[in-house]
C-alpha cells in the first residue's frame, strides 16, 4: 500500500500512477525478457522510496538499485579515523553532523569519543560551528565538512562567515563528494547493468539539468531527476520506463518546480570561491580522481588538515559489505551481518547509521520479519 494518505486526490493519482508503472514494467519485461534496473542515486531517494512503500509495491516490476548517493554512508574510515586523532588536543572542539557521531571508524565513533570526555558536539549547520569557535575564542573549533553538491555551498557559506568575522580558530576537515565522477566511474566499471538513473532533485537543484547531460550524450543511458514524494518518484520512473522501452537516452527534468536547467548560479560561485576539485577516497571504494572539493591553497587557513597534522594508519577491514550495498552489487539483507550483529541500535557499516542509508531503508521499512 502507498503512503500517500494526505489527500484522497494525491492518493488516486498515485494508484494510477503505480498502475500505469506496473504495466509500463510489464511491457518492458516481455519486449526484453528481463526486469528493468534503475539507480537511485540518492540516499534521500532510497529512504523515501522505502518508506513511502513505492519500492516495496514495485517488488517483481521494476529492479530499484540504490546508489552511492548518501554522504555518510560514503565516507572513509580514515576520515572518521582522523576525526577522532584530533579529539585529543584539549583545546579543540569536534563539531559534525548527527548522523556522523556514530559511523564506526577503524576503533571506534566519535560518539565513544564524546563518553570519554572529549568535546565532540553535533550541530545542525556548519554556520552553528563558527559560532561556537566565536563563542570559545581560546579552543580550536574543527567541523568535519561531508555532504555533496548539496552541502558544499553551504560549507563555503560558513567559511564566508568566518572570513567575514576574522574567526582565527574556526577550520574546516573536508570530505566532500560530488556525484558526476561517482556516475562515471560506476558507468565505467559496469559492474551492475542499469537501464537508467533516478536522478536527485537537491543535487540537481544546484547543479541544473544540464549538468547530467553527459549520462546519455556519453554513456547512452537515460536518467530523469526527480523530487522525493512518492508522486514524483512514481512519475520519474514511468518516464525511465518510457524511455528505456524506446532505447532513448535523454536526461528529463520531471521537477521542474525546483530543478532549472543551469542550476544555482549563486551556489556554484560560491563552491568554486573556496574550494577546487581533489582525489577523494569513498568508504568501501577507494580514491577516485577529482571526485571532491578541499580548500584552495588561498584559504588553507581554514583548512584543518593543514592547520593540523594527523597520523592515521590503514583502516581496519571489517565483514561490513557497505562498499557492495553502495555501489548496487547487492542489497542489505544480503549481507550476513544485516539484523544480526548489525542494526540501527548497534551499527556496524554507515549504511546502517545514516537516516539515508540503504541497510536502515530496508531494516525500518522493508525488513520480512
Ligand atoms: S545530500 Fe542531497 S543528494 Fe545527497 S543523499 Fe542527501 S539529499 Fe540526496
Ligand atoms: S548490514 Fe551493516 S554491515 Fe552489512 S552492509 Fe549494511 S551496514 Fe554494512
Redesign the pocket.
Known sequence: MLDVMDSPTRSTLSQTLLQEVQMLANQFQQTFGRMPSFMEVCGSHTMALARTGVKKALEGYVRLISGPGCPVCVTDQVTIDAMISLTDGSDRIICTFGDMMRVPGSYGTLMQAKTEGKDVRVVYSPVDAVRIAEQHPHQEVIFLGIGFETTIPILAAAIKEAEEKQVHNFSMWMSTKLVEPILRQLLHEREVSLDGFLLPGHVSMVMGRAHFEFLATEYNMPAVISGFEALHMLSAIRHLLMLALKQHAIVLNDYKSVVTEQGSVQAKYWMNHYFTLCDEAWRGIGVISQSGMDFKKEYDRFNAKVKFSVLTREPRRT????GE?IRGLID?PQ?A??GKA?TPLQ??????VSSE?S?AAYYQYMREE
Do not use: A, D, H, N
Open positions: 565483514k561490513c559489505r557497505c550495498v542489505p549481507c551481518l544485516f548489525c551499527p556496524i557499516g554507515p549504511c546502517m542509508g541497510c
